[in-house]
């Protein structure tokens, strides 16, 4: 054995899965401009953290630490019609002005990757393959649909190591890709007019992880983080 891959694996056996979520506090979260907490658009239940689907200022839920090798597994369920997802390696934040029936409101969004969960049956969910839940939103479809209908219980797992990257739902892997792969950057370059809102720079780098708040009813528990030991380049 050499002491490189010794090393290798003495970090493996150290690194352990931790839990970011307590089931009764929002001790490791935070918004995206932290000029409110995040009790004003999620709310815990039960010890399930749930958005708040009409509040006036709608927040994504960020870690407060920040993280690049990492592979985290969590529960997530959205109600009928509901739309949210998992965005990492995060690029920029923006606080938009949106309106509905009850007039304006204020959306703190984060822009980056971002994991699909959606109701599959739903419009959002249904009106092209790069919607679908466990796709990387609007670039690479999921291999298969595999979440279940909307109202239960799901796992996800996100993985992210290096420059390669796992989607998995409900114990499939849906998707796997590479920030060098041809067929991310053939859909980057397809959706070139839109990409200042999305993902654009394919830059393996530190950042929070974001749940999205999406104007929507949806619920994630039992939220374990595992770090990962950077991959050792040649």
């Avoid at 000029?35 to 839920?61: F, K």
């Avoid at 509905?100 to 049956?121: I, K, N, P």
């Avoid at 959706?191 to 809102?197: G, P």
Wanted: net charge neutral.
């Amino acid at each position: 054995m050499t002491r490189r891959f010794a090393l290798l694996l003495l970090a493996a056996a150290k690194a352990k899965p931790a839990s970011l979520f307590d089931g009764s506090s929002f001790r490791n979260f935070r918004t995206p401009s932290g000029l409110t907490g995040p009790e004003v658009s999620w709310r815990i239940e039960d010890g399930v953290l749930a958005t708040i689907p009409d509040a006036r200022r709608q927040c994504d839920l960020w870690t407060a630490a920040e993280y690049d090798n990492f592979d985290l597994r969590f529960e997530w369920k959205v109600a009928p019609g509901g739309n949210s997802g998992i965005k990492y390696l995060i690029q920029a934040k923006a606080t938009d002005k949106l309106h509905d029936a009850q007039g304006e409101f204020l959306h703190e969004t984060s822009l980056g990757f971002e994991f699909q969960l959606v109701d599959d049956q739903s419009t959002a969910g249904s009106d092209q393959p790069a919607h679908v839940s466990g796709a990387l939103y609007n670039y690479l479809p999921p291999t298969e649909r595999a979440a279940k209908p909307a109202g239960e219980w799901n796992t996800g797992r996100l993985k992210v190591l290096g420059e390669d990257v796992e989607h998995w739902l409900n114990g499939k892997r849906v998707l796997a890709y590479s920030f060098s792969s041809p067929a991310l950057k053939a859909a980057l370059a397809a959706k070139r007019i839109n990409s200042a809102r999305m993902l654009e720079r394919l830059e393996h780098r530190k950042t929070a992880i974001a749940f999205q708040h999406h104007e929507s009813q949806a619920c994630f528990r039992s939220i374990d983080i595992q770090v990962l030991s950077a991959p050792v380049r040649n």
